[in-house]
DNA sequence: ATTCATAATGGTG
DNA sequence: GCACCATTATGAA
């Protein structure tokens, strides 16, 4: 519970407000020129807008990149579909590095008693997530005001309102909005425990890139960074109940590659065996393959249906040869939030106590 | 009850 | 020995 950030594990490239161009990813000719960068009450400091070049890069390669994907289905439960590549490895790596620099990671620490002594517990990788759920929007989002089909008209007008009376919303222009497709009949927005935070500029282009690959829409983008071959993440199922019925989550892998592990769920430990009604879990189990997928810079992974139902997923430890090691791997997961109650965990267990959150 | 991280174990190549 | 893998146990939330 007492988890807390510690921004003092993150010794990135100094983030400044001005643009710096001394930095790493200038190996293009035009320097592009510097537009202002995302700011918000809610973001611990500002966040670069992507350069140009980067983003023309980004755009064309959507237009050619690999749409189709590899269908993935052919083990019991699974549904994924595989990207390889979603975005060309120069372009991927570029970004890896404009967002280590830019975005603003934590490392989610908490104590654990172990042998009657506390002792911290450093959550193997860093993480940071923007976005808020259904039943709310910002209003200067370019898509997220409607639904992905614009659908916010001047008759729809949502009911503008303070978030828990916080007059920090009000100052910006980023303000937070019910959506007018929500059920509920109160005008008010929804009381969270963590301050939502806008999708900055940079994840957005990204965001769209994906939505219109995988035909999903998305109000929520969680980024892990990997930072070396130690971090990592155990096998899980990202099938939390705000997440909704069978929820489509695309994950897009920048920089190292790293090996991705699927395995079934194993079977319920049942004290009677009396047989399940479908026995479709029958292939899972310890017996279960694992399928392993070789993530590298650029790939992405689309998982859908039933698979967050039935199937772990795992990024593990790798010692990595030689002096580097295994270098560093940025994760972004775009997925649909469909309750607040979606919203205060993942800031909760993404960003915390908001360890230098800038407020006010 | 389940989940997640850590450590220990024993096996493989 | 090393890297990796599966399994088990522990602790906590």
Redesign the pocket.
């Known amino acids: 519970?007492?988890k807390r950030t510690l921004d003092a594990f993150f010794k990135p490239p100094p983030k400044r407000t001005k643009p710096d161009n001394t930095s790493t990813t200038n190996e293009e000719n035009n320097p592009s020129p510097p537009q202002s960068p995302d700011n918000h009450p809610t973001y611990p400091h500002s966040i670069a807008k992507l350069p140009t070049h980067l983003e023309k890069a980004l755009s064309e390669a959507i237009e050619t990149s690999n749409r189709e994907g590899k269908i993935m289905n052919n083990q019991p439960d699974l549904d994924c579909v595989y990207f390889q590549p979603f975005l060309p490895r120069r372009t991927a790596n570029e970004l890896f590095r404009v967002l280590r620099a830019e975005l603003p990671f934590y490392r989610v620490v908490?104590?654990?008693?172990?042998?009657g002594v506390d002792v911290e517990?450093?959550?193997?990788?860093f993480t940071t997530v923007f976005g808020v759920d259904e039943e709310c929007f910002f209003a200067c989002d370019d898509d997220d005001a409607g639904d992905g089909n614009g659908n916010v008209n001047a008759d729809a007008t949502p009911a503008a309102a303070d978030i828990n009376s916080n007059s920090q919303y009000r100052t910006s222009p980023l303000t937070l909005r019910k959506s007018p497709t929500t059920t509920t009949t109160s005008s008010t927005l929804p009381k969270y425990t963590y301050p939502p935070r806008p999708i900055p500029s940079i994840l957005q282009s990204l965001k769209k890139a994906v939505e219109s690959a995988t035909k999903e829409t998305y109000n929520f983008v969680l980024v892990n960074y990997y930072a070396t071959?130690e971090d990592?993440?155990?096998?899980?199922?990202d099938?939390e109940r705000f997440l909704g019925f069978q929820p489509s989550i695309a994950s897009l892998s920048l920089g190292a590659e790293r090996?991705f592990?699927l395995?079934h769920k194993p079977a319920?430990?049942t004290t009677t065996m009396t047989g399940s009604a479908d026995g479709g879990g029958g292939s899972g189990g310890?017996?279960g393959t694992?399928i392993?997928l070789p993530l590298s810079s650029g790939d992405m992974i689309l998982m859908r249906g039933t698979t967050q139902a039935n199937w772990l997923h795992s990024i593990?430890?790798?010692?990595?040869?030689g002096l580097a090691g295994v270098g560093g791997r940025i994760n972004i997961t775009f997925r649909r939030a469909v309750i607040p109650a979606g919203t205060d965990n993942y800031y909760h267990y993404n960003v915390g106590s908001g360890g230098g959150l800038g407020v006010g």
């Open positions: 519970m007492s908490y104590f654990a008693k172990r042998g517990i450093k959550t193997p990788r071959g990592s993440i155990a096998f899980h199922s099938d090996e592990l395995k319920p430990a310890a017996g694992t392993k593990p430890k790798r010692k990595g040869r």
